[in-house]
Nanobody
Framework: QVQLVESGGGLVQAGGSLRLSCAAS????????MGWFRQAPGKEREFVAR?????????YYADSVKGRFTISRDNTRNTVYLQMNSLKPEDTAVYYC????????????????WGKGTLVTVSS
């Protein structure tokens, strides 16, 4: 059983930056594909970014965050990060970390493990 704990959320002004972290425990972290999703108030959960397992350099982003957000992982710390720059009010959401042995689908379907989320609020 893998536990995922997100941190780093908070209140930031538009144009600012935040770095989210997701610490994993209870499994072999490097074996998992990792991803970030978000859910804004009154909206459906949406995919943000994903990164391949192990030492893979594969990353993939939603169009809405491409060029502004960067996903990375540190397998020595069992942690995945989401660096968020040039934040916009529409980035306001609860951000969730996800882990899966096979793949992180953009639909979020079938993902093995989810964190409980961290709130990001971007003021205009």
């Amino acid at each position: 059983q893998v536990q995922l704990v997100e941190s780093g959320g908070g209140l930031v002004q538009a144009g600012g930056s935040l770095r989210l972290s997701c610490a994993a425990s209870g499994g072999t972290f490097s074996s998992y594909h990792m991803g970030w999703f978000r859910q804004a108030p009154g909206k459906e959960r949406e995919f943000v970014a994903r990164i391949g397992r192990g030492d893979s350099t594969y990353t993939y982003y939603a169009d809405s965050v491409k060029g502004r957000f960067t996903i990375s992982r540190d397998n020595t710390r069992n942690t995945v990060y989401l660096q968020m720059n040039s934040l916009k009010p529409e980035d306001t959401a609860v951000y969730y970390c996800a882990a899966d042995l096979w793949a992180i689908l953009v639909t979020g379907y079938g993902i093995d493990y989810w964190g409980k989320g961290t709130l990001v609020t971007v003021s205009s």
